[in-house]
């Protein structure tokens, strides 16, 4: 049983960049979540993206930005074969890098939480919505001062993620979308990193208590920061990550719905298909029916 959060170093390296080929690297890529905000621009082929529980189609040209913590996947589109050839941009930064500026800059962390929080918002951009906007150049252009890491490079990653960022924000803006510019007070790095450990232990017995204690934090508080930061409560929280493990065991492996509900930290299988049906309108013996003909495979977590 894998934890799904995939860990970076993000004092050292706030800004990754590289073009990844499904002729090159292991694929599809299993749900995992980290701390970096995560830009994917198409070049060729069309995807599956799930993040959180949205899903996106993106075809060549088209961008999907995924917030930072979003548990997500990378598929091929339903009914193409898996064998299909894809090739992509991906970028990951730390949002938390862009402070250093006036303007826009220090609040794009607090307009993507809001946007997380507002199911209208999506997170996912036409190659219509770009048009007359270089969105391939700056994103090429990240991958190109990734590899070669020339002197400078992470100031010039930095300037081409920025306009990638605030344009984001002009077609939010233009789609109705407006978010505030308060900034609220910094949380303690205690429940901010809380989701880590709810990742690792999610197969053992989890209370929100007990994790208010961990933090140092009363349930109340602790319930209300929680929320605040992570759009949905804790128990929520809780569930939604088990749900994840069971649908990746449900793809990837030919474990029995008994084992699979206890790997999880589901009390039992009855348990394990009422939470499941809960967030996937499916049931678990019907999800693995309809998708592992589709994505049998035995990569491994990237």
Known sequence: MYNLFEPGDLLNSPYEAFLFDTAKHNFPVRSHWHHYMEILLMVEGTALVESDEKSYILAPG??????????????????????????YYVIKFDLNRFRENIGYVPQ????????????????????????????????????????TKHYGH?????SYINCILVNMLRIWRGRGFT??????????????????????????????????????????????????IYGRSCKEYIEYIRVI??????????????????????????????????????????FRMQNTKNLRSSSTHP
Do not use: W
């Open 62 to 87: 088209d961008m999907a930005v995924l917030p930072p913590e979003a548990i997500h996947a990378i598929y091929s589109k339903p009914g193409c074969d898996k064998q299909t050839h894809l090739l």
């Open 108 to 147: 794009l962390k607090s307009a993507v939480l809001q946007a997380m929080e507002n199911p209208e918002v999506s997170f996912c951009f036409s190659s219509q919505d770009l048009a007359g906007f270089p969105v391939m150049e700056f994103v090429s252009g990240c991958a190109r001062e990734a590899q």
């Open 245 to 286: 493990k069971t649908e990746d065991m449900l793809l990837f492996t030919d474990y029995d719905m008994t084992y699979i509900s206890q790997a999880a930290g589901f009390s039992d299988c009855s348990h394990m298909i009422k939470t499941f049906r809960k967030y996937k309108n499916i049931t678990p013996k019907q």
């Open 179 to 228: 978010p505030s510019y308060e900034v609220s007070a910094p949380s303690g790095s205690s429940i901010e990193t809380i989701t880590e450990y709810i990742d690792a232990h999610s197969d053992q017995p989890l209370k929100v208590e007990q994790l208010a204690i961990r933090c140092n934090m009363s349930y109340s508080f602790f319930a209300k920061q929680f929320r605040q």
């Open 154 to 158: 992470y100031m010039i990653m930095y």
